[in-house]
């Protein structure tokens, strides 16, 4: 299974790509695919609109809240 940032790369075609339409560098993608450092809370929103939604900005970045909607309910919580 793809990373979020495996799929954003891919959906521009490549980390020179995905980096001009986010305007960031190259070695920034690179230490995103790599797991160095993660993007900023408004690259994240930029992807997003970019992808017209097909990535999220909450997939993207940790700092981004998990809508409910997406929560993994576990066997302690019930379903409501």
């Known amino acids: 299974m793809k990373t979020p940032v495996e ?8 980390q020179s790509k995905t980096a001009k339409q986010l305007g960031v560098s ?7 695919m790599s797991g ?3 993007l900023s ?3 994240a929103f930029a992807a997003e609109e970019k992808t017209g939604g097909a990535i999220k900005a909450w997939e993207l970045c ?7 909607s997406h929560r993994l309910v576990t066997s302690s919580q019930e379903l409501a």
Request: proline letters at 11%; one cysteine or more.
């Open 7 to 14: 799929r954003l790369v891919e959906y521009f075609g490549d």
């Open 26 to 32: 190259q070695p920034a993608v690179s230490q995103w």
């Open 36 to 38: 160095v450092c993660g």
């Open 41 to 43: 809370a408004a690259t």
């Open 62 to 68: 940790r700092q981004i809240p998990v809508p409910k």
